[in-house]
């Protein structure tokens, strides 16, 4: 397996798209609101159109400008759509990457095993679960948009390298249980937007999701 170097999983995890008007307001600031408050985000299993409207409908009311300025801004829905799941992500607008945030610290702190998988499904849920809304409408909006969905790729990408930087510091401490490739693959897997969307959708709560990730990551790819 190929570990892509520390410099680039940083740059692949930054927010590479900073916001139009970046201190400047009225959009500094306003698709942070969305992902704190997620104004006109509807919730359940609304048409990808309605979402896509909701989000712009929301950063034109957090920033207090109207729905033609929102697209005039960011030019396309896919813009739009990646400035506020670039917030999301890393959970503010600061061009700090995600590698570098609390809790990937944490997942690197780890002592052994028992503690990486902890923090590796803790780190998995906060960016989940703060990215929720808008993978929803990125998920039913694949295949409809091409710059969406060009995106879309973009973001199995850089999850994808993510994965592969977190395996192979385990891989070098001798926490592995199988062949690093297919850990990497597994992982990978099990940490897509689409699992964690089919474990919202059946009632699991966040707990749920964290206890389940943290026992299949101990069972499946983790040495005891």
């Not at 929301?58 to 920033?63: F, L, R, S």
């Not at 207090?64 to 400035?83: D, H, I, M, R």
């Not at 390298?161 to 992982?187: K, M, N, Q, S, Y």
Request: charged share 25%; hydrophobic share 40%; with cysteine.
């Amino acid at each position: 397996m190929t570990l892509p170097s520390r410099t680039r999983w940083k740059w692949a995890c930054r927010t590479s798209n900073p916001l139009p008007g970046r201190g400047e307001r009225p959009f500094h600031g306003a698709v942070r609101g969305v992902d704190d408050e997620g104004p006109g985000l509807p919730a359940g299993h609304a048409a990808p159109d309605d979402r896509e409207v909701a989000v712009r409908d929301g950063v034109a009311e957090a920033a207090g400008v109207s729905q033609e300025t929102v697209y005039k801004t960011f030019g396309t829905k896919a813009a739009l759509l990646k400035a506020v799941h670039d917030v999301a992500m890393a959970g503010d607008d600061e061009p700090v990457s995600v590698a570098d945030r609390p809790a990937a610290q944490r997942v690197r702190a780890a002592a052994n095993p028992e503690e990486g998988a902890a923090a590796y499904a803790a780190m998995a849920r906060e960016i989940s679960e703060r990215a929720g809304p808008l993978m929803r409408v990125m998920l039913a909006s694949r295949g409809g948009d091409a710059d969406l969905e060009a995106y879309a790729a973009t973001l199995d990408e850089q999850r994808l390298i993510g994965t592969t930087i977190h395996i192979g510091r385990w891989a070098e401490r001798g926490w592995l249980r199988t062949d690093p490739t297919h850990a990497r693959d597994v992982v990978w897997m099990l940490i897509s937007p689409a699992v964690h969307e089919m474990t919202v959708a059946r009632g699991w709560s966040g707990d749920d999701y964290e206890s389940w990730l943290t026992e299949t990551l101990r069972a499946l790819i983790l040495r005891p």
